[in-house]
């Protein structure tokens, strides 16, 4: 069974950082692509950033040049080390696993919560 635990999330004061980390096991980590997503509250879950198996990044527009996500397959975890945090990166940040073979293989974590407020 694939489990997805997330951590690193908090209240922070705008202009600071948190890292997020995403912990998989049940599952060969390595094949899949992974990602970062975000729900704030009355919308709709967004993508924050992806990283694939083959180490390509992609990022949302609101986060170039202040998020990173990365991955280290030895452990088993992808990360996103946000820097310079505004109050409307306050969401909850999902994990997500994501590959597709003959059929979709796609896992989510439970969420973490970011608030960035003074």
């Known amino acids: 069974q694939v489990q997805l635990v997330e951590s690193g999330g908090g209240l922070v004061q705008p202009g600071g950082s948190l890292r997020l980390s995403c912990a998989a096991s049940?599952?060969?980590?390595?094949?899949?692509?992974t990602g970062w997503y975000r729900q704030a509250p009355g919308k709709q879950r967004e993508l924050v950033a992806t990283?694939?198996?083959?180490?390509?990044?992609n990022y949302a527009d609101f986060v170039k040049g202040r998020f990173t996500i990365s991955r280290d397959n030895a452990k088993n975890t992808v990360y996103l080390q946000m820097n310079s945090l505004k109050p409307e990166d306050t969401a909850v940040y999902y994990c997500?696993?994501?590959?597709?073979?003959?059929?979709?293989?796609?896992?989510w974590g439970q969420g973490t919560q970011v608030t960035v407020s003074s």
């Open positions: 990283v694939t198996s083959s180490n390509s990044t």
């Open positions: 997500n696993l994501q590959r597709r073979t003959l059929r979709l293989y796609d896992y």
């Open positions: 049940g599952t060969i980590f390595r094949l899949y692509n």
